[in-house]
């Protein structure tokens, strides 16, 4: 039977406010960073803040919610996504500045251009951003990071939205950043933020983001559809020596395979189901396990349904 967008919607009147872009059955799989899974059962993009909360507040109650940026570190199973998906868009990208080293940033912004606007402005501390894919919002959900620092070292504060709409905000100190994930529900949508940073010379900056693309463009696979790093690394273990070590760093399955460049980012050659890359993964994890004795932890997160 054919899907009405209609039928989530508690006011259907309200479906003629709405400006963004309603969507029924809608592959969204191909739009992330694995080009890999299934399709959203209601997909929302919304045109702004006041769109994305008319949105929330008109759906009925036990519809399931899920909230994506630009789905750089996500693998959407193939059975899809049941329930509303909304994808914050990149009219979420402003950046406003508040003084010498503070910006609010919209949470659709991506980190590059956020690094870039800082070293515009000569403000430091923010050059690992430029190594980050993905935008501000699923940066603090997961409190990304690379070459030594993280989401949780520039973030002054977070407003969200609810579940049913409304808004609220956090300090840095009411939301527990740990390594490469916090404690922030998945019932609110980070909607903006203020970073600080620290004033510094431009050409310095500029020198730092220059040697840091270079890094990441020599340690991590180029031409291929990837998530990003696959796996958290551990305490006292680099995710991708474990991966190695365990023998695994040719390993397969499928259109999914571990990279030759950097073992800790799983590549799509051309035709990887969702399926391929989380039995591989699986795979390296069981690996891990049994040869080494230590568990490894999924990074890229995993929604959806198995097909």
């Given at each position: 039977m054919n899907k009405n967008f209609l039928d989530i919607l508690e006011r259907p009147e309200v479906f003629f406010e709405l400006k963004g872009k309603s969507f029924c059955d809608?592959?969204?799989?191909?739009?992330?960073?694995?080009?890999?899974?299934?399709?959203?059962?209601?997909?929302?993009?919304p045109a702004n803040e006041d769109d994305l909360s008319l949105i929330l507040e008109s759906i009925y109650k036990g519809v399931d919610l899920n909230i994506f940026g630009n789905l750089s570190n996500t693998l959407i199973r193939d059975g899809g996504l049941p329930g509303l998906s909304i994808i914050i868009p990149k009219s979420f990208s402003n950046i406003a500045s508040m003084g010498d080293t503070k910006l609010k940033v919209g949470s659709g912004t991506s980190c590059k251009v956020i690094s870039e606007k800082c070293l515009e402005l000569g403000i430091g501390g923010m050059e690992f951003l430029s190594g980050i894919p993905g935008s501000l919002g699923g940066g603090?959900?997961?409190n990304a990071g690379?070459?030594?620092?993280?989401?949780?070292?520039?973030?002054?504060?977070?407003?969200?939205?609810?579940?049913?709409?409304?808004?609220?905000?956090?300090?840095n100190n009411e939301i527990n950043f740990l390594?490469?994930?916090?404690n922030i529900s998945r019932d609110l949508i980070i909607t903006s933020a203020t970073i600080q940073g620290f004033l510094k010379n431009s050409k310095q900056i500029k020198e730092l983001i220059d040697e840091i693309n270079s890094k990441r463009i020599s340690s991590q696979p180029q031409g291929f559809a990837t998530g990003g790093s696959t796996f958290r690394n551990t305490n006292d273990y680099k995710a991708w020596e474990l991966i190695k070590r365990s023998g695994m760093s040719?390993?397969?399955?499928?259109?999914?395979?571990v990279s030759n460049v950097h073992n800790n980012f799983l590549i799509n050659n051309g035709n990887a189901s969702a399926n391929d890359f989380e039995i591989l993964g699986n795979m390296i994890i069981e690996k891990v396990k049994s040869e080494l004795g230590i568990l490894l932890d999924w990074e890229i997160q995993i929604v959806g349904k198995h097909e």
């Open positions: 809608k592959s969204i799989g191909n739009m992330s960073w694995l080009k890999a899974g299934g399709s959203a059962e209601y997909l929302y993009i603090i959900f997961m690379c070459f030594g620092s993280e989401f949780k070292d520039i973030v002054i504060d977070v407003d969200f939205l609810t579940k049913n709409g409304k808004k609220i905000h956090k300090k390594y490469r994930k916090s040719n390993a397969s399955f499928g259109g999914a395979s």
